[in-house]
């Protein structure tokens, strides 16, 4: 049945006008036909009578009269209404009402629909049993109409998924086994339990009638989740109705409200997911603290951001800068992958630790993570103390350097002991060993069981009453894995493992990437996070409720306080509705709805009986003054081409004609190719850059003292001859170098001779030569002592000279030159490395293992060369020569084979430092043809 109602019917009486508009255009006649009268048109049509008619014909006039008809009815605005008011009498009203997040919108227009539906109830005397959804407590017992209706006045929605399970079994139980009348579901159109349908839980009651009222569901649209990517801030959304496209905005709110970025969100004909895009800079996006959809108020369509989404800047330093075609063993290798999609990462871009890392930490980093780092330059340790007590986390990783490290070191959380793998008595091992299950309080609570994670190596704490307590995972003999210290509001956390996969297999699982993630979050800049606190049970008041329309309210009503736990993420409830839970110095976001939620629509067929599915009161209402005034264009339309039909202005157009063809006109314009010229950006100084670039030469450091920098300077140029003459390289004119102010990274090897009567260089040399051999450069300290001593034994005054530079800097752990070692072998085949002395050894980086290759990390910037060598037989002495070519000094004992040997002996240095591994896969070419079968 239908029924039609006006919005002003006192419109209607214009239609009473309609007589006397049909007596005026009776009475008005069409314009005259006005014709040209030449001569011979007249003697033409002599014979023809043309009339023009007093009156408009009869049909001309219905149709104006039924175009009048029409504006009237269109402004008396005429609505055509479903009447839903007929009720079954079989039993009481009964009303299941949703007020969850999805009827915020048009809850209105349910209540509305409720009170008529209600109204229809007392008239025919029912009594009306009335149940929300998604409130705690629910009396559905049948009552009056007059009380139904101050439930309804009382109700509100909620922001929360409604329960209707519970709903549906209070109803069942207050009719007590009678059957309802007409059951009535004001729906928000989403089912939420695919397993049993509401409508087939609202089919077993029985009912006489099963009507289903829903809204209009095509802006029901939720936001799930937000991932704050590398460049952008993506959320994903998911919508109810999906059969139109749909475009809408969603924008990006700061803790005061105000919005501060937004990004388009289009779903496309059939789409019930999409994701929007926000890209502005991560310091930006760091200041959201909610995401909302423009234009829809509802509390799915709200994001709440704490702390756990803000994305960290991670600075990253390494031990040695790497090498491109190795990446595999680069130590940060595995620590960029496992960040790279949670954290802004940068580097330092100067070698030079003692001025990069002040350059970073003006960055604001939240975290750094150190590889193998052992030493720091000593004017970094206050800057770096004051960055943790600010917050800032510190990630350490184990390595040879560190291995090397004094134990002393502020800024490693616990006592170490010199080496690696230290373990003594009952700590030592002879297989790898597995991780211990990680503690259920800490960073890592909840991961799963580290299996498949095995050590061969790590550096050892010293048994200390707190280690326990400092321990964040260990291995399953108890010697700890992760370390961790607070310093101030900072935490200094410590691997004992390497960052690369040379001391364990933990960079190749994903316990690595979670581990590293984990850790980051624990820098927060100001909040506390789910993600953060899930470590340890917490218990959190709230703070900020999220309201059914998706604003913030400080009415926290009976919210009780959330409880975080490890492994289980909170979920929003009765009890703990979404909101901020915390306080203003620290909270955690629950919002609604999961991250992988998705909306699906009610089946109305689902049931045992067929449900009759209708809308609510307002959108049952159809306007027919849209029709209306289409239909009264059209006619005026058709009135148009009859009038002028009528008065001849088709009979005046001349006949159809060939159009003529346009001719397209196409300009090409000659693009001005001016000479451009070329800019001049040259400045003093770059010829001697060019010339550097393109020679090799060696270079000594300037001692001041002029006998020692004049002999070095005869030595490298002796050396440089005898490589002119007996290898293909060609280096230049050897060069004395200030390390306070010259560049160094032009040279591939930096001759020193250390004297102890020379001024001690300063902080600042000695980190620039620290840079140096970080980027890939190799110094070769020469005590000229005969002695050369770095192992704790016979020393002199150059020797102490040169333990106390080494003291500031990182240095690998060192060893004499093995007998296999490519340098014995990069040219001349050597047993022992003589000078103007031949009884000091030649130091160089220790090697992991008894194999052949080079430094301990084989994926060092100088290409497998160790950045540091050291001797004590004066080599720059044995290579002097005059301007004659004449030795300038003796050797000792006086002997040309040990001359030729030291020059052998610099031809070799030579070829390892510009060879690298190359020269070290040659030596293994026997081995790999025998493995080979060659």
């Not at 629909?113 to 929300?132: G, H, K, M, Q």
């Not at 952008?232 to 105000?258: E, F, H, I, K, Y």
């Not at 289409?630 to 005046?652: E, H, W």
């Amino acid at each position: 049945m239908s029924a039609l109602s006006f919005a002003t019917p006192a419109v209607l009486a214009a239609l009473l006008a309609l007589p006397l508009i049909w007596w005026l255009l009776r009475l008005t006649p069409p314009r005259p036909q006005q014709e040209v009268f030449p001569p011979l048109k007249i003697l033409e049509r002599i014979l023809k009578r043309e009339e023009t008619p007093a009156k408009s014909p009869w049909w001309l006039t219905a149709l104006r009269m039924a175009l009048a008809a029409a504006v009237i009815l269109a402004l008396a605005g005429p609505v055509l209404n479903r009447d839903t008011t007929a009720l079954s009498s079989a039993g009481p009203l009964t009303l299941v009402i949703d007020n969850g997040w999805a009827a915020a919108p048009d809850w209105e227009q349910r209540t509305e629909t409720a009170a008529t539906l209600i109204d229809a109830a007392e008239r025919a005397d029912l009594p009306v049993s009335i149940t929300f959804t998604a409130e705690t407590a629910h009396d559905a017992t049948p009552e009056s109409a007059l009380a139904a209706r101050e439930k309804l006045a009382a109700a509100r929605p909620r922001p929360l998924e409604p329960d209707r399970a519970r709903a549906i079994e209070s109803i069942s139980a207050a009719l007590a086994g009678a059957r309802p009348g007409t059951l009535v579901f004001l729906a928000d159109g989403i089912e939420n339990d695919a397993d049993e349908p509401v409508v087939q839980r609202l089919s077993a009651l029985e009912p006489g009638e099963l009507r289903i009222v829903e809204g209009d569901n095509a802006r029901t649209v939720a936001l799930t989740a937000v991932n704050n990517g590398a460049t952008t801030m993506t959320a994903r959304a998911v919508r109810l109705d999906a059969a139109a496209p749909l475009a809408a905005t969603v924008s990006a709110l700061d803790a005061q409200g105000r919005a501060i970025a937004s990004g388009p969100l289009n779903f496309g004909p059939g789409q019930s997911e999409t994701t929007a895009e926000i890209a502005v800079p991560f310091e930006l996006r760091n200041d959201f603290a909610r995401l909302q959809i423009d234009g829809i108020q509802t509390a799915g369509a709200v994001r709440l951001l704490d702390d756990g989404f803000k994305r960290r800047r991670v600075a990253l330093i390494s031990g040695e800068s790497g090498s491109d075609f190795q990446p595999l063993l680069q130590p940060l290798y595995y620590i960029e992958r496992a960040l790279g999609p949670y954290a802004d990462l940068v580097k330092p871009d100067n070698p030079d630790l003692a001025a990069a890392i002040p350059a970073l930490l003006e960055q604001n980093p939240s975290a750094i993570v150190m590889a193998d780092v052992g030493r720091l330059p000593a004017g970094v340790y206050e800057p770096m103390q004051r960055w943790l007590a600010n917050g800032g986390t510190l990630i350490r990783f184990a390595g040879p350097r560190l291995a090397a490290a004094p134990a002393d070191d502020p800024l490693v959380p616990v006592l170490l002991r010199q080496g690696e793998r230290a373990f003594g008595g009952a700590l030592s091992w002879s297989e790898p060993q597995p991780l211990a299950p990680f503690p259920a309080a800490g960073p890592f609570a909840g991961l799963p069981n580290p299996d498949d994670v095995t050590v061969t190596r790590q550096v050892l704490a010293e048994p200390v009453p707190d280690l326990a307590q400092k321990t964040l995972a260990s291995l399953a003999d108890g010697t700890p894995l992760v370390t961790m210290k607070d310093e101030g509001s900072g935490h200094v956390i410590l691997f004992h493992v390497s960052a690369e996969a040379t001391w364990s297999n933990l960079p190749l699982s994903g316990h690595f990437v979670e581990m590293l993630r984990r850790l980051v979050q624990l820098s927060r800049s100001g909040g506390v996070s789910a993600e953060s606190q899930a470590a340890a049970a917490a218990t959190l008041p709230p703070w900020r409720l999220l309201t059914a329309s998706g604003s913030l309210t400080a009415e926290t009503g009976n919210a009780r306080p959330l409880t975080l736990a490890p492994s289980a993420a909170p979920l929003a409830s009765f009890d703990t509705p979404p909101g901020l839970y915390g306080s203003e110095d620290g909270f955690t976001a629950l919002n609604l709805l999961a991250a992988d939620a998705s909306l699906a629509p009610i089946d109305p067929s689902a049931g045992q009986m067929t449900a009759t599915r209708l809308a609510l009161a307002g959108d049952t209402a159809r306007p027919l003054a849209p029709w209306l005034y289409l239909a009264a264009f059209l006619m005026l339309l058709a009135d148009s081409l009859i009038m002028l039909f009528m008065n001849g202005a088709f009979r005046r157009l001349p006949k159809a004609r060939t159009a003529a063809a346009m001719i397209a006109a196409l300009a090409f314009l000659a693009p001005l190719t001016p000479d451009r010229a070329r800019a001049d950006d040259s400045r003093p100084g770059d010829e001697v850059i060019l010339d550097h670039l393109q020679t090799t030469r060696l270079a000594y450091v300037i001692t001041g003292e002029a006998d020692v920098d004049r002999i070095s300077e005869q030595g490298l140029a002796g050396l440089t001859d005898f490589l002119l003459w007996r290898t293909a390289l060609e280096p230049g004119k050897p060069v004395g170098l200030d390390i306070t102010r010259d560049e160094l990274s032009f040279y591939p090897l930096i001759y020193w001779p250390v004297s102890a009567s020379a001024q001690m260089p300063s902080p600042e040399a000695i980190s620039r030569i620290d840079a140096y051999m970080r980027a890939g450069g190799t110094v070769l300290f020469d005590t000229r002592d005969q002695i050369g001593g770095i192992d704790g034994g016979q020393t002199s005054p150059n020797t102490e000279r040169l333990q106390a530079i080494l003291g500031n800097i990182d240095i690998p752990p060192l060893e004499p030159v093995p007998e296999d070692h490519v340098l014995a072998r990069s040219f001349y085949l050597l047993h022992d490395f003589p000078g103007r002395y031949t009884g000091s050894p030649l130091w160089v980086e220790a090697r992991p293992d008894g194999r052949n290759g080079g430094s301990t990390s084989l994926s060092s910037s100088g290409d497998g060369v160790s950045p540091i060598l050291i001797t004590g037989n004066d080599f720059a002495g044995a290579w002097a020569v005059d301007n004659a070519g004449n030795p300038v000094l003796p050797t000792v004992p006086a002997d040309e084979v040990q001359r030729e040997h030291a020059f052998r002996t610099g031809v070799n240095i030579m070829m390892y430092m510009l060879t690298g591994n190359y020269k070290a896969d040659q030596v293994h070419i026997p081995a790999l043809l025998e493995r080979l079968g060659q």
